[in-house]
């Protein structure tokens, strides 16, 4: 008898055990269990209490997923079910939702109100409705209405939107064309000549302004000097302005003449306008022979706009160090400063020279259709003035 009793004591325990918070174990093959976790099994199985008062085992394989339900998610649920369908008990258990940080259902409830009553004004308000002309708008509607769309934090207009996605959409090909390129400089290397071979095509075959950016930071990044060339040969193929402007940078700074005159014939078969602001600027560089090089390609590139600051290239100023007497070297003092002056002791002894720049003339004889007026910039300066006041420029490329 009392073993009887025991059974019917435990069995109303089972059946009033009811979990103090439920989570939601999404089961594999379809199909939800809601209870409690009550621990982990020795094969790492799931131990479960449910919502009935049972206990359920699931092995690890059989559950995909496990949803956290907060306590106040679980008295949700059980408010919820019972719950009638007028504006009245919607609107208060909205209001509860709220206090309980249960946003999601908060708003469910209110979209319910305006659908039992569309003018209700409290729940069009709360979820951010606002009258507009006789109608109940949102403000994602009263934006479209003025051509505007919330996009990234804010509202913008359609077409700013277009280039954002644009931009990003070039970017992420940027970087998916950084990672390809990785990979075929690394069958470059292959001991596989097939694979070196396609790597090699693959490359060649480039010609999206897209891969532009990648293309200027594999070029900077390779080791092997041989392999530099063909980078530049392939930033020629894509036009973009990241290409150029590299092989500007190339056409000045580059040791050796021949691979900068090449990155410059480059950039002159791309057919675009070449920006010569940086051989401009390094026109007024310390270096002389840097002065000379800038010179050398803007003659070629045939800009005449080049011509004011290629006049006042002609000669410039330059500090070289004493070797011994009667001899300067072509290096200059650390400091870079101006002044000519020796210094005593063992210390390097410095003067200042002003230079003739032979390459600086030759563009300007290039650039003014053959004038020639040597080193002399008053000469040189009275020319271009009168040029300039008639209104006409000799373009060396008039015949191109």
Known sequence: MRLVRYHIVLSVILITYVPARADIFHLTEGGQLVGQLA????????????????????????????????????????????????????????????????????????????????????????????????????????MAQRGMRFYDGTYRTEQDVALRERTKAFQNAEVEWLRQLKLWRNWLDSRRPDRAEEAELQIQAITDPRAATSLVKMLDGERDDSLRPMW???????????????????????????????CLEYLLRMNDEIDIQPYVKALRSKDNEIVNIAAEALGQIGNPEAIRALIDALVTRHKFELVSQGEMSASFSPDGSGGAGLSAGNKPKF??????????????????????????????????ENQRSQQVYVDPRRDE
Not at 132 to 138: K, N, R
Request: net charge negative.
């Open 232 to 262: 530049m040969e392939i930033l020629s193929q894509v036009r973009h302005p990241v290409a150029m402007r590299k092989l500007i940078d190339l056409s000045i700074d580059e040791p050796d003449r021949d691979t900068r005159l090449q």
């Open 351 to 384: 003067v200042d020279e002003d230079v003739e720049n032979i390459e600086v003339r030759r563009a300007l004889i290039a650039l003014s259709g053959d004038q020639d007026f040597g080193f002399d910039e008053t000469a040189w300066s009275r020319w271009y």
């Open 39 to 142: 621990e982990r099994g020795p094969n790492d199985e799931y131990i479960i209490h449910t919502q009935l008062g049972g206990t359920v085992t699931l092995a690890k394989d059989q559950v995909q997923e496990i949803v956290r339900q907060s306590e106040h998610q679980q008295d949700y649920e059980s408010r919820s079910r019972s719950l009638p369908d007028t504006v009245a008990a919607h609107r208060s258990l909205a209001t509860w939702c709220k206090e309980q940080q249960l946003a999601e259902h908060a708003e469910h409830h209110l979209r319910r109100i305006i659908e039992l009553d569309p003018d209700d004004e409290q729940a069009r308000t709360s979820l951010g409705y606002q009258q507009h002309q006789g109608q109940w708008l949102t403000r994602d509607d009263v």
